[in-house]
Each structure stands twice: as C-alpha cells, then as structure tokens.
C-alpha cells in the first residue's frame, strides 16, 4: 500500500514525478457555482422554498483522480453532475464550468463521458453485445470499419479484465447474469468505447464489495495515468481506495470544506486542529470532522486558507474575459451516426430482445387464442334465424371489441419498462429519440398485436360462422386491427406520459371505460343528454361496432318462420349509415386516432426529463 505522492495543487501530472501522461486529458474548473432548486410539495410543482444545493462552489480539476466526497446529502452528485453537464441548467443560479479553460458547449458529449450509478444496461444482452451496441452508435461508421470496432471491443474487454464474462448475458429479473462488480466494469467499458479524455462517474463504488470496489478504482487509476482526468464521487472509501486518490474534493451542505491535494488533506485539518488518530480511514476522519460540532467553520476556514486562495487566482485567470453569468450548459451535440443507421443498430437489438424475453409476446398470443375460442365457443356458428341472429352478433361483436381494447392493456409497460435505460442512452448520444420511438413501436406491434390479431381473427370470425365471402373476412380482420391499433396507441401515449405502472392503469382504465359507455351497444346514443353524447366521436368502441355491424349485415338476409328481415334494414333502425363512405369513415376515424395517439406518444417521449 503506497502513500499518495500529490503536490499542493493536486495534479499528478505536475507532481509526481511516477506519472507520465501519454496524452492529458482537460482540466476541468468551475467557478461560484450556486445550483438550487424550488421544493416542491407533492400536489403541485415549485410551490416550496429555495433549496439551496450547491454554494458557490469553485475548484479545478487536471488529470488524474479527482473524488468528490462529503457526508450523504452533501451535494456530491449535484456537484458533479453541474460539472457534467447533467444537471437541469435551470438550477444553476450563478457560475461556470470551462474545459480547459473554454465554456462548456455541445463538444463536452464528444469529449467526455459519464457512467451512472445504477448500472443501467440492456440485461437480455451479453456484456459483448452491450459493447458492440455502444461501439456501434458512437464511431462513426465512416471512419470505422466493422473490423476496427470489433477490435475497440476486444480491447476494452481485455483492459477491463471480462473475458471470463463476454459472452455471458447481464442479467433480467427473470435471468441470473454477471456480478455486480462485472456489470460495473462493463457499464464503464460502454463509455470507455469512445475513448473519452475526460470520464465522469457516480459513486463507482457504492454498492460492491470492497475489493470489487478495489480493482474498480485500480481499473480507474490506471486509465487516469494513460492520461484521463477521472471525476467521481465516492461516499466513505476505505484507505487502499483513498490512496488513490490525486486531488479530493470535501463537501458539507453543499459547500467546500477542502479541495486540493489529497496527500494533503490530513495535514490540512491537522493544521485546524483535528488529529487523525493511528489506523483510523483518512475517509472516516474527514467525515467525522464535517459532520462534527464546528462544521460550519469549516467552510469559512477553507474560504480563508492558501488553497482556496490559489485556486481562485488561477480562476480568475482562466475567466478573464468571459462573460459573467451562467455558463452555457446544455446544448445538444450532433450524432454520429444516421437515422437510418441507429434504426438497424437499435431496431436490431429491440427484436433481440424481444427474442430472448418472449413472455409478453407468449401471453398476447396465448391470450387471443384463448379469448378467439372463447367467443367462438360461446357464439359457435350464428344462425341467420330471428331473433338469435340479431341479438348473438350484436353480443359476439361488442365482446370482439371489448377483448381488442382491453386485451392490449400490456401496451402501457412499453416505455415505462426501459425509461432509465433510454433516458441514459439519448442523454449520452447514443441515438436519436425517433430511433428509439419507432423500432420500440414496431418492435411491440408486430409480435405484440398484429400477429395475435391475426389469429384471433381467423380463428373468431369462422367458429361464428359469419358472412362467409373472404373479402368481409378480410374487412372484419382490417376493423379488428385498427380498434386493436387504436387502443394500443392510447396505452403507448400514456406509457410514454408517466413513469409508474400504478398511474398508467389509472390513466388507462378511465378513457377505456369511457368509450365502451359511449360504444352505442350499452346506451342508445341519440337518446342521451347532448352535452354528453359528443363522447361517442372519440370512441374507439364505437367505429369498431359499426364497422363490423355493416360489414355483416349489408347484404344478409335474417328471417323467423313469418318475416324475413334484411341487413340493411336492421341498419336503419339503428341508425348506421351503412353506405360505402359510412363504412370506410369508421376507418378513417381510427386511422386518425392512432395517427393523434401516435403522434403525441412521440412528443411525451422527447419531453421526458434527461435532467438529473
Ligand atoms: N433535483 C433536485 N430536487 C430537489 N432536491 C435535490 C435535487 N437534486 C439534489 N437535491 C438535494 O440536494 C442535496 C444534495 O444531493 P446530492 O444527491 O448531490 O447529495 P450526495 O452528496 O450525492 O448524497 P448521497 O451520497 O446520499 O448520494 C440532497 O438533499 C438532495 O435531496
């Protein structure tokens, strides 16, 4: 176990003479930072008073391992994030953040890197594959060939030691995968890919046994000399990971209570009057001396020491002739890749996934075969003889439109499941959010709903014994798929909205419910109070009902011992305008809701909030 050999300013490439940086990475600073936020509480949003999170917070950061640490509820995070570019931008009161001595902009993503605390990976995939998916979207294919980037992965499993693992799949709920000390290297392995100079990390640590945590921090340590500046918070290290610190970042409340050297740091506070004891953490320590007594004096006394001093000179140095304010956080850097491109690449790995956690997909169909004969069962060969032929096609065809609205209530998981995850990835570059949007849309509608329907249809329709002319099959299973599109696309516009399974059914339940009153089978539409009666336009319900109704009775012929009723005159006295635009408008109206839900699902999706 060595001692750390850091100079005063805490920059190992300065001081210490074992470290020979290949390439430097930046040196990050940042100046008065004052981050806040308005509390809320819980019923309304930013009704609360000001929670002040970081207080002008400065400092400077050069290659090598820079950790932040502080107490829990410190403002580490925060701290970090503010630097990365990951917090809201609209918190951030006062302050400014340079790499190497320019504003931050768009070229920060390029740059940098960030590895979230929750390792947030795809888990049906190996730990090769989740490298390759990152290696994909983040080189340029014009400048790589597929060679290269196989190489890029090969090397990064070979430096982050998980060749035992490669081909080993993460892990789901229902999947046993890599250890967590694993999925940690593999999450840093997904942004190492693009070789970043400057690499931020959540608590790298948390969560993992201490001598996971140890090779974690050697693994960091050693890119750092190749010339990275790392950043990272960390919450109470033990003293083989504290020794490898270069520079130590201590906060309180918020504020900084150190930042410099962390070789330095002992003496610093022995010099305030706080002793280490022998064989006590040095991490232990400086949390017992800010969570003290006279831990508001610390603040001041840091504001008051030579450090602080020195590093607000070279501050004002660095910001000489910029503009005062807010530095310009959160611009969007461009992709590196095409739309077309990351479809393949993100499409490709969605209908992976599919394929190897096919429960959704086994139940939908299980579930409209079950229901197909069921009602097919139930309503077994319709006869054409009054008065059952009216009454059992009325109730077979509610039912039919019941069961394709209520049987896709598992729509609403589609983008609350992988929230996190896509969160992560948009936020990172990895792909666009139409990307996402579309290869997750199509990726659920053609196992999910298009093939069960498909099924169900054939199955329903000929058990009844409906009109038997192909064509009304075909039409019968064209309105069965839009009702069934329609209320999947509810359920995607309110999965896209929320981000619990709770308010999802909430949210999902009432319009369904909704619908089906206003549907014309349980209430007779025209005698209902005008004010509410305009309901039955957004009803999914009922331009499936009608839809199937034209389809078939137009042009059958009902009859009892004494009368012979007509189809069409069935439609009369209910009201249906069964004429080929009456038909087709039912369509229309449901091509135009799925076309609405669709669309604003999209707008949900993009307005989701990347901000930590
Ligand atoms: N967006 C936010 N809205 C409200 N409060 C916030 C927000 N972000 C941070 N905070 C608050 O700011 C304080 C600092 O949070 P931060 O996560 O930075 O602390 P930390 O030192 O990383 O803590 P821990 O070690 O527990 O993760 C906490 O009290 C936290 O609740």
């Excluded at 509480?41 to 002040?52: F, I, S, Y």
């Excluded at 890119?223 to 950043?231: C, E, M, N, Q």
């Excluded at 304010?325 to 990351?342: L, M, N």
């Excluded at 009902?545 to 009892?560: D, M, R």
Aim: glycine letters at 8%; one cysteine or more; hydrophobic letters at 45%.
């Amino acid at each position: 176990m060595s001692k750390p050999q850091n100079g005063e300013s805490g920059s190992p490439a300065a001081d210490d003479p074992e470290v020979m940086f290949q390439v430097p990475g930046p040196t990050v600073s940042f100046s008065r930072l004052h981050y806040s936020v308005m509390e809320s509480n819980g019923l309304c949003h930013k009704t609360g008073p000001e929670k002040h999170i970081l207080r002008d917070v400065s400092g400077i950061m050069r290659p090598g391992m820079n950790a932040i640490m502080g107490p829990t509820g410190s403002g580490k995070t925060s701290l970090l994030d503010v630097i990365a570019g990951r917090k809201d931008p609209a918190g951030l009161k006062f302050g400014q953040v340079l790499i190497d001595g320019k504003m931050v902009d768009s070229d920060l993503r390029l740059i940098s890197a960030y590895v979230v605390q929750d390792d947030i990976l795809m888990g049906t995939l190996s730990v090769r594959e989740n490298l390759l998916f990152s290696v994909n979207l983040r080189l340029d294919p014009r400048h790589y060939s597929a060679a290269d980037k196989q190489q890029r992965v090969d090397s990064i499993i070979d430096d982050l030691g998980l060749q035992d693992c490669a081909h080993t799949k993460i892990g789901t709920e229902f999947l046993r995968g890599v250890s967590g000390g694993e999925r940690k290297r593999c999450s840093i392995g997904m942004e190492l890919i693009t070789s970043p100079r400057l690499l931020f990390l959540d608590e790298p640590t948390t969560g993992l046994d201490s001598n996971t945590a140890n090779h974690i921090i050697n693994l960091l340590h050693r890119l750092s000399r190749s010339g990275k500046t790392i950043v990272f918070s960390i919450h109470q290290p033990r003293y083989s990971i504290f020794s490898r610190f270069d520079h130590l970042t201590l906060m309180h409340r918020g504020e900084l209570v150190y930042a410099g050297a962390a070789g330095k740091a002992l003496s610093y506070f022995t010099d305030l009057g706080y002793h280490c004891e022998p064989f006590n953490n040095p991490s232990d320590f400086f949390l017992d001396v800010t969570n003290g007594e006279a831990h508001n004096l610390l603040a001041v006394s840091y504001r008051q020491s030579t450090q602080y001093q020195r590093v607000v000179e070279e501050l004002d140095h660095l910001t000489h002739g910029l503009e005062g304010g807010v530095g310009g956080q959160g611009q969007k850097a461009d992709y590196v890749t095409s739309f077309w491109y990351q479809m393949r690449v993100v499409g490709g790995r969605m209908v992976v996934n599919s394929l190897r956690n096919p429960q959704t997909s086994y139940a939908q169909l299980a579930l409209n075969i079950f229901f197909a004969l069921l009602v097919g069962l139930i309503y077994y060969q319709i006869p054409l003889t009054l008065p059952e032929a009216l009454q059992n096609r009325m109730g077979a065809f509610f039912f039919l439109i019941i069961n394709m609205v209520f049987g896709n209530l598992s729509a609403v998981e589609l983008f609350i499941n992988e929230r996190a995850l896509f969160i992560h990835e948009n936020s990172s570059g990895y792909y666009r959010t139409s990307v996402y949007f579309l290869s997750k849309i199509f990726a659920d509608l053609i196992p999910n709903r298009i093939v069960p329907i498909l099924i169900f249809s054939a199955i329903a329709y000929y058990m009844m014994g409906l009109k038997p002319a192909f064509t009304a099959f075909l039409l019968f299973t064209l309105t069965m798929s839009l009702v069934s599109l329609a209320g999947v696309s509810l359920a995607f516009l309110v999965s896209a909205s929320v981000s619990s399974f709770a308010m999802a059914n909430v949210l999902i339940a009432l319009p369904f419910v909704f619908m089906m009153v206003f549907g014309g089978f349980l209430v007779n539409l025209n005698s209902m109070l005008s004010w509410l009666s305009w309901l039955k336009w957004i009803s999914i319900f009922r331009y499936g009902l009608e839809a199937v109704t034209i389809n078939e009775f137009k042009g059958q012929i009902f009859y009892s011992n004494t009368t012979i009723l007509p189809g069409e005159v069935y439609l009369e006295t209910q009201g249906i305008d069964y004429s080929t635009w009456g038909f087709w408008q039912n369509h229309v109206a449901l091509a135009g809701i799925i076309t609405v839900c669709m669309v604003l699902a999209y707008i949900q999706l993009r307005r989701i909030n990347r901000w930590k």
